[in-house]
């Protein structure tokens, strides 16, 4: 079940990440999803403290490569992106895409990369998890309060 063990996002625990330096990049794509995306994104920065910027690129594909001229500058990159499967590979070629370099951004830069990026079979299963009213999860904030728990882990466990 999705959401079932997740940890802990209260708006108090990421109070730590006041000062941080984050960028948010969010596709374009399914405008719907996006802005419930992002929004949820902007709650879990606004509960830290922090005054992300924002960039928006055409789709889900191009996240890695904002992520990585973004990292070098931030202190955490949320990456935000939906891809709703069709009836071609295209689904598969994507996802697996943007899965690949906003990891590698991550670990090859040392900055945390949230990963907001919906892989669903259709709408309603993105709609679902887009933070919109009705909906029953909200990946934005969680993708974002997971990349500010991280920069803070990492700034703690790696001050002298």
Sequence with gaps: MAGHGAPSTEPDELRAASGLAVAIVAASWHTQVMDGLLDGALRAT???????????????????????????????????????????????????????????????????????????????????????PGSVEDKGYEAAAAALQTAVALRDALEP
Aim: proline residues 7%.
């Design 46 to 132: 606004t509960d830290a403290g922090v005054e992300p910027a924002v960039v928006r690129v055409p789709g889900t594909f191009e996240l890695p490569v904002a992520a990585a001229r973004l990292a070098p500058q931030y202190d955490a990159v949320v990456a935000l992106g939906v891809v709703i499967r069709g009836g071609t590979p295209h689904f598969d070629y994507v996802c697996q895409g943007a899965t690949t370099g906003l990891t590698d951004v991550s670990v090859r830069t040392g900055v945390p990369v949230g990963f907001g990026v919906l892989t669903c079979d259709d709408e309603q299963q993105a709609l679902d998890r887009a933070g919109l």
